[in-house]
């Protein structure tokens, strides 16, 4: 059986639980310095879809560092040119476009400059 199989049910109670702890009074705003939610559209499916993630982020750049990045696929939207993301940052949907990379060392990071504010 292949390990995206088993770990996918897994996945998806871990992220309800990592964005019920965002949304939290009490430990949201910690959490949310670290982890985010992205949403973007499904490059095959079309469908809009929203996970959570952890970032760095420096002013309007946003690293996004991929665990495990052969056993996902949301990523891949997101390689050649890229495409267009929204994240919540500091309680405020931001857009902007993200563009994914896989380095010699098979690691995969993705890019997003974030969109001005108007």
């Known amino acids: 059986m292949e390990l995206r199989t088993v770990l996918k049910p897994v996945a998806r109670v871990v992220n309800a639980g990592v964005m019920a702890?965002?949304?939290a009074p009490w430990i949201g705003?910690?959490?949310s310095r670290t982890i985010t939610e992205i949403t973007y559209l499904g490059r095959r499916s079309g469908q809009t879809i929203s996970t959570?993630?952890?970032f760095r982020r420096s002013g309007d750049e946003i690293t996004i560092m991929v665990a495990?990045?052969?056993q996902k696929t949301w990523w891949r939207n997101f390689l050649g040119a890229g495409g267009p993301i929204s994240l919540q940052l500091d309680n405020t949907d931001r857009s902007g476009h993200a563009v994914a990379r896989r380095d010699d060392k098979g690691r995969v990071r993705v890019h997003v400059r974030l969109n001005q504010l108007n």
Request: cysteine-free; hydrophobic content about 40%.
């Open 21 to 23: 702890l965002m949304k």
């Open 29 to 31: 705003s910690r959490v």
């Open 52 to 54: 959570p993630v952890s």
């Open 68 to 70: 495990i990045p052969d």
